[in-house]
C-alpha cells in the first residue's frame, strides 16, 4: 500500500507538547522532502516545517523555536515534535512527501491537534 499515515494528535493544555509522526509505505522515502502541513476550517492550509532529503529544514516563523521536524530514512518516518503549544496551533496536521524532480506527491489523512484549557 502507498501512502502516509500520521499519529501523535490529541488534546494538550497551552504550554503542552506533543510528537506527531508519519509512516511512509511503497515509496521510495529517502528521495522525498517530508513536510508537515495544517489547516483550519475555512483558512488554506499552510507549510509549518520540512526537511529535503539532504536534511535542509525550513520553519514557519510562528513555529520557529517551538516545533522541530526530523525523518528517520531507515524507518521512513517523520516526525513533528511540538513544545510550548499554543492555542492558534489548533488544526488538522496533514504529512506530505514531494519529489521535486518529478513532482510526485502524497499526503496523509491528517491527525487533529487542539490546544485548549
Known amino acids: 500500500q502507498v501512502g502516509l499515515v500520521e499519529s501523535g494528535g490529541g488534546l494538550v493544555q497551552p504550554g503542552g507538547s506533543l510528537r506527531l509522526s508519519c509512516a511512509a509505505s511503497g515509496f521510495t522515502f529517502r528521495v522525498y522532502t517530508m513536510a508537515w502541513y495544517r489547516q483550519v476550517p475555512g483558512e488554506q492550509r499552510e507549510l509549518i516545517a520540512s526537511i529535503t532529503r539532504d536534511n535542509n529544514i525550513y520553519y514557519l516563523d510562528t513555529v520557529k523555536g517551538r516545533f522541530t521536524i526530523s525523518r528517520d530514512n531507515a524507518m521512513n518516518t517523520v516526525s513533528l515534535q511540538m513544545n510550548d503549544l499554543k492555542p492558534e496551533d489548533t488544526a488538522l496536521y496533514y504529512c506530505?512527501?514531494?519529489?521535486?524532480?518529478?513532482?510526485?506527491?502524497?499526503w496523509g489523512q491528517g491527525t487533529q491537534v487542539t490546544i485548549s484549557s
Open positions: 506530505h512527501a514531494l519529489w521535486p524532480e518529478v513532482r510526485n506527491e502524497y
